[in-house]
């Protein structure tokens, strides 16, 4: 009896020895895997375009769109980053993807970053104004995503990793504007006070100064093989979307040509398993490809979007060339949910949107105050609070946040400049929807991404409670 319990000891200690050299083993060079794959989540014709004010069928499909993945192992720690050519998707469709990502994978749901590009060019998969999806192609979108994953699960292979910063100010333009003492700007409401205007005419004589600053970065984070084959990028620029004239296609934008721009330059075409690139949105809910100032040229319908893919992956490229890849770092991943209020409309707001709604009864609703009359009453039985996740990963001294919402720029810069990982960039529009991201200071100025739609909802102070909140998880795995 004695001699069987010492040898169940030995046993079990020997077994404990084991699992400490393997967790050891995990954090020595070489251990680092990564994989990457991407998937077609390109939707059938005749379906909701979301991304307007009225809704659009598809009628044609320009590029495919694409859910991108990258998994990084380091031994111990193993994640997933997904970016996928969507508009936006809501919270039940990314934790669709999660449950079935862990469920086949392994990958925890808190290990997983799922975002949309912001693609105004994608199915509907999130209600916003007179677009609604097909409950289809959500299940669709959320099992293709799942399937990138697995697919990236059985690409991990040894590899190298890198980041880097590069700038490309060009294609950045701050689309609030304040204009000039007198201009009256109107909201949908019925008021008059707002002081600053979305899109503004280009080249107005009342333009006055933007209502907020740039982000010119380009930040990516490369893998390749120990040989020096490139694996993946994933990119990450704070510009909204770029557009089309053909707005009854399907495309993923300068997203989508983007990855193929950057592959050509790295020259990664056709290897075996595929090279994967990854375009993440940054902070971009206050900024587009618009010129203010200076009228551009008319141009073809993809002619800009290719123009800008090309501007950001030579700088992408430039930054690559100098890179210097390490055999391994250290993963980690940290996870919040948090309950922010909401804007409910009051009872005199849900009086006047119904008025406004019986007279355009029985015709398609026109122009911001008819569209923005039915947010109002669709808002009518909103919750007093909302659960709004966030989520934060390290890839060694590299920080990223994922924020579900339209994130103001300026509030980008702000994580950038004090989170404790160097350099530090934003995913927006990770791990669901809700809406606009404006700081209080510019809900103050009011114009179109604060007023209270189903795409933008959440309560004044929000943008400060979210960023206590990932600087918080920042300090979890530093
Ligand atoms: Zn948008």
């Known amino acids: 009896m004695k001699s069987m319990i010492s040898s169940t000891f030995i046993v079990a200690f020997l077994i404990a020895l084991l699992v400490c050299a393997h967790a050891i083993a995990g954090a020595e060079p070489g251990r680092f895997r990564a994989g990457a794959a991407a998937g077609i989540v390109t939707p059938p014709l005749g379906i909701s375009i979301n991304g307007g004010f009225t809704d659009r069928l598809a009628r044609h499909i320009h590029d495919e769109l694409h859910a991108r993945c990258l998994v990084l192992d380091d031994g111990k720690t193993r994640l997933a980053i997904v970016v996928c050519d969507s508009c936006m998707i809501p919270r039940e469709v990314t934790d669709a993807a999660k449950a079935l990502i862990a469920q086949r994978s392994g990958i925890p749901a808190d290990r997983v970053l799922i975002s949309a590009t912001h693609t105004?060019?994608?199915?509907?998969?999130?209600?916003?104004?007179?677009?609604?999806?097909d409950k289809e192609y959500q299940q669709f979108v959320a099992v293709r995503i799942a399937d990138a994953v697995q697919r990236a699960v059985n690409n991990l292979a040894p590899a190298q990793i890198a980041w880097g910063?590069?700038?490309?100010?060009?294609?950045?333009f701050n689309r609030r504007w304040r204009m000039k003492t007198g201009t009256v700007l109107a909201d949908p409401f019925g008021g008059t006070n707002d002081l600053v205007k979305m899109n503004p005419p280009v080249e107005s004589p009342?333009?006055?100064?933007?209502a907020g600053p740039t982000d010119p970065d380009v930040s990516i984070?490369?893998?390749?093989?120990?040989?020096?084959?490139?694996i993946a990028v994933l990119a990450n620029y704070s510009l909204h979307y770029v557009g089309t004239s053909r707005g009854e296609d399907i495309?993923?934008?300068?997203?989508?040509?983007?990855c193929d721009r950057i592959q050509q330059l790295l020259g990664a075409d056709r290897q075996d398993p595929p090279f994967v690139a990854l375009l993440s949105n940054g902070t971009s809910g206050d900024i587009n490809n618009i010129n203010f100032r200076k009228q551009?040229?008319?141009?073809?319908?993809?002619?800009?979007?290719?123009?800008?893919?090309?501007?950001?992956a030579r700088e992408v490229h430039r930054v690559y060339r100098g890179l210097e890849f390490r055999d391994g770092v250290a993963l980690g991943v940290a996870q919040k949910e948090i309950k922010l209020g909401v804007r409910l409309p009051n009872e005199a707001d849900l009086v006047r949107a119904e008025q406004i709604l019986a007279q355009a009864k029985g015709r398609e609703l026109r122009g911001y105050e008819e569209v923005f009359a039915r947010e109002t009453v669709l808002m009518k039985d909103y919750p007093r609070e909302v659960p709004v996740i966030l989520q934060i990963m390290r890839v060694g001294d590299l920080g990223i946040a994922a924020i579900p919402c339209e994130v103001f720029a300026e509030i980008g810069l702000a994580i950038k400049a004090q989170s404790p990982f160097k350099p530090t960039f934003t995913i927006e529009l990770a791990n669901g929807y809700n809406g606009y991201l404006p700081t209080p200071a510019q809900h103050k100025f009011g114009g179109y991404e604060t007023w209270r739609a189903r795409s933008s909802y959440l309560e004044v102070e929000a943008s400060t409670k979210i960023l206590e909140t990932v600087m918080e998880l920042f300090g979890r795995v530093k």
């Open 120 to 133: 105004h060019t994608g199915p509907t998969c999130t209600p916003v104004f007179q677009s609604d999806p």
């Open 251 to 258: 495309s993923a934008d300068y997203f989508g040509a983007f």
């Open 296 to 312: 551009q040229p008319a141009k073809g319908p993809y002619e800009q979007i290719n123009l800008v893919a090309d501007a950001v």
């Open 221 to 230: 984070l490369a893998v390749q093989t120990p040989e020096g084959k490139p």
């Open 206 to 210: 009342d333009l006055f100064e933007p």
């Open 165 to 172: 910063v590069g700038k490309e100010p060009n294609q950045v």
